[in-house]
């Protein structure tokens, strides 16, 4: 279906309503006729953008002609297009999907599930939001929690407050969280205490941040950077972590939520700024939308605007600014994205929700003219006994602001109102030669927004000051000495430097005794006895007891994809000294470079991704399943060898399933490259224990088979284990159709549609489509010209019944790709 549309329409806005910086132009893009209300926008190509609507539907316009891509889906809230492998990614309700076209005319033919590993049940307001991506191509996305509970179930953590509505719900499995996946299939929870966080964004360092409503235990709107592991205020989301159960969280109370969650780096007050804020994005576009490099944007979906954004790191936590950019949008955006001309597009919509801007649905975008420079707060820095407020342009003297702050109550009510609000006092100001930078010495306080809210004034050069108010959250004060420290890598996505101590450790989990969880060693299993080891060094007076020694221990045998099993022990020692790193540390070099860590991790606290069970300086373990020094222990590993391309270029990075004591800890795990090294393309390699310093590591029952199937072992190798509920493997999704019609079309959840199973769904479209009665169906009542022409075998210009029911046996005949006479997962 093509549209041809007027590329362009400019619309002006209501002067009162409009407030748009110098040099900048909202633009509007008629969208496609019929019932469009944007939920999502991307860029595919130079001249390609894409949009997603709540009505399941994906649209591309390319040189001012709308096509339709996909629909169907359900309520897709964002999509991105990945160039790599060609597809749109979407975030429907119940599934994060990948849409491709692979035959070529413009409109998707596989309508794949790439994640649903995550809980939905039919209660309002779960949505899903997203993706957002890393340079690795891993997907992030972030889940609603429910309005209400369902049929009477879903924890409510109410805290006293009164009434019964009012308190959203975990309804199902991973709600209010954030989870990255890193492949088909793949499921990772990163965080938790998130209420709508309808906002997700990604920032050029691959940090993840997100926005959330206010409501109950969220007192305003706010922006959060978020860490694997932590905790960001609404406590029901709490029931994904294993630490916690619904007896212990409806036992607590706010005091001690707030003494485990995180606090916003930015509070966007409501009512003045922000709502309902939607997704930040970064200015990348290195000079082409302004002078905001290192910034980004956050569009609002209630009041209509946009926000610009800072942040600077205090003490190794993020806190900054916000200001408004501009005001008078069609509708309230949600989404945004900068093209490759660095045009700022956005996705608004306002069904169901009230907007500022008054319309259903609008696409506009904004542009610089590329010399104009509006006068504006460019940014607003913390300093020991004030702020420091840079402009854009020199003021045309000095002017000094109103300074507010106040804080917020923590608690389920909705909302907060500002409580200890006070008119500060500037106690000293001083002003650059340049007339671009102002000091102000003001009282501070943590935990508390500051407002600065600047008179009328005029630049040098004659500009009004559009956008007078500034809002700094103030966290954390300056250190009184700030030392320069050498950052560490960040690990992608996890917003965490390596090893870094704050990280939080994972939940401990009592391990199933040794016996429960001893592997049987296979037939077609190596046995690692003293023949397969290189280093004599390792040796002790038992045979088959290897005792960590002088040099890494090498098989003599290079391996590639394996099925590992190990046994180790720590050495129990009460020296004093022993403790952290050096108690029991060594390692399993995988393919001789890519480490999981072994040391004691019983009673013996250390940093998170340095842990028992962690991937190196990469990933901690899902759970902390270790047993005291002195105790046997097991490792039992299913690893996938890193895939290279002939240039070297990793192609699919390691990967591995592992389990510490019969216990879960990664996961299908991503290997980010091998222990302080990036990849390197290599072949088989030999099996690697280390050598480190500390007390004594002991190894035993060591056994490997080689080159498995590490695709088809990973279900049966996930539930190989009693202390894993052994369950049936769901079955896998069709991927032919798209996940809406599939759920449908197969009534019992088979993931298998017979030709009854189709005809018996389309069949009773014909009574409903017939407006006139006339047993017939015309071209304006079956509306797809294509499969009309087809379908009308006599040429009468009308579908017979019959010939209606021959179309959808034809649609049958062409989604059965293998001819099987059913459409199953087997139909690609």
Not at 203 to 210: A, N, R
């Amino acid at each position: 279906m093509k549209i041809k549309l007027v590329t362009l329409l400019i619309m002006p806005m209501l002067a009162l309503f409009a407030a748009i910086p110098d040099g900048y132009k909202l633009e509007t893009i008629t969208l496609p006729k019929g019932a469009v209300s944007l939920l999502g926008v991307c860029q595919k190509d130079a001249d390609t953008m894409a949009i997603c609507t709540w009505e399941g539907e994906v649209w591309e316009y390319t040189n001012g002609t709308w096509t339709l891509f996909a629909e169907n889906l359900m309520e897709p809230n964002g999509i991105y297009y990945d160039k790599k492998d060609k597809s749109y990614y979407v975030a429907q309700k119940p599934e994060l999907t990948r849409l491709q076209d692979t035959n070529g005319d413009g409109k998707a033919d596989i309508y794949e599930t790439y994640c649903a590993e995550f809980g939905i049940t039919r209660g309002y307001h779960e949505y899903h939001f997203g993706p957002v991506v890393d340079k690795l191509g891993r997907k992030y996305a972030s889940l609603n929690l429910s309005a209400t509970p369902i049929d009477g179930k879903g924890l409510v953590v109410r805290d006293g407050r009164p009434g019964k509505g009012g308190v959203m719900t975990y309804t199902a499995p991973y709600r209010g969280w954030v989870y990255r996946s890193d492949r088909q299939g793949h499921f990772h929870p990163i965080a938790s205490g998130f209420r709508s966080p309808c906002g997700i964004g990604m920032s050029p360092k691959d940090e993840i941040f997100v926005t959330d409503n206010q409501g109950d235990w969220m007192p305003d709107c706010a922006l959060f950077h978020v860490q694997e592991g932590k905790f960001y205020g609404h406590p029901g989301s709490l029931l994904g972590r294993p630490d916690f159960d619904e007896k212990k969280i409806l036992s607590m109370k706010a005091a001690d939520f707030e003494k485990i969650r995180t606090r916003p780096a930015i509070w966007l007050p409501r009512t003045q700024i922000s709502n309902s804020p939607g997704s930040p994005v970064w200015d990348t576009t290195k000079g082409k939308f302004g002078f905001f490099k290192d910034q980004f944007f956050i569009g609002d979906q209630s009041q209509s605007n946009l926000i610009r954004c800072g942040l600077e790191k205090v003490d190794g936590d993020y806190q900054g600014w916000c200001v408004e950019f501009l005001r008078g949008t069609q509708s309230g955006t949600v989404k945004m994205n900068f093209d490759a001309q660095g045009q700022l597009w956005t996705a608004q919509v306002g069904r169901g929700w009230k907007s500022a801007g008054g319309k259903r649905t609008a696409l506009q975008k904004v542009s610089w003219d590329g010399k104009t420079i509006p006068f504006e707060i460019y940014k607003v820095e913390l300093t020991q006994e004030g702020f420091r407020l840079t402009f854009t342009q020199p003021m045309s003297k000095k002017s000094l602001p109103s300074v507010k702050s106040w804080h917020y109550n923590y608690w389920a009510i909705y909302g907060s109102d500002r409580l200890d609000q006070k008119d500060l006092q500037i106690t000293s100001s001083s002003l650059s030669k340049d007339g671009k930078v102002l000091d102000i010495k003001v009282p501070l306080e943590t935990k508390k927004i500051y407002e600065l809210t600047f008179p009328e004034m005029t630049s040098a050069n004659g500009a009004k000051l559009l956008n007078r108010s500034a809002f700094y959250t103030l966290n954390k004060r300056l250190p009184k000495k700030i030392t320069k420290r050498r950052a560490r890598p960040l690990i992608p996505g996890s917003g965490w430097e390596r090893n870094d101590g704050r990280r939080p450790l994972p939940s401990i989990k009592t391990p199933k005794s040794f016996a429960e969880t001893q592997a049987k060693t296979p037939s077609k299993a190596i046995i690692l006895d003293q023949s397969q080891w290189t280093n004599p060094n390792w040796q002790t007076d038992k045979p088959g007891l290897w005792k960590r020694s002088k040099g890494n221990l090498d098989t003599k045998q290079a391996f590639g994809t394996s099925r590992i099993h190990l046994e180790f022990m720590t050495e129990k020692t009460k020296d004093p000294k022993i403790t952290g790193q050096l108690y029991g540390n060594s390692g399993i070099f995988l393919m001789s470079g890519y480490e999981l860590q072994v040391m004691n991790s019983y009673q013996n606290d250390t940093n998170a991704d340095g842990m028992c069970g962690a991937i190196w300086g990469q990933q901690p373990p899902l759970v902390n399943a270790s047993r005291p020094p002195g105790e046997w222990q097991s490792y039992d590993i299913l690893m996938k060898a890193p895939i290279f391309s002939a240039d070297g270029e990793v192609l699919e990075p390691m990967r591995a399933t592992i389990f510490h004591n019969g216990e879960l800890i990664q996961n299908d795990t991503y290997f980010l490259g091998e222990v302080n090294k990036p990849y390197k393309a290599h072949g088989k390699r030999p099996l690697r224990i280390q050598d480190h310093k500390g007390s004594n590591v002991f190894f035993r029952n060591m056994w490997i088979i080689p080159d498995v199937d590490y695709d088809k072992s990973l279900d049966a190798f996930r539930y190989s284990f009693q202390s894993v509920p052994k369950r049936k493997a769901p079955p896998k999704p069709i991927s032919v159709i798209s996940r809406g019609m599939v759920g449908r079309i197969d009534t019992n959840s088979d993931e298998i549609i017979s030709e009854k199973d189709f005809i018996s769904f389309w069949a009773p479209m014909f009574d409903h489509d017939d407006k006139n009665k006339d047993n017939s169906l015309s071209p304006t009542e079956f509306p797809h010209p294509q499969a009309f022409k087809g379908g009308d075998t006599n040429k009468d210009n009308k579908l017979s019944r019959a010939e209606h029911k021959a179309i959808y046996s034809g649609q049958f005949r062409d989604l059965d790709k293998n001819k099987d006479g059913q459409i199953d997962h087997q139909d690609k």
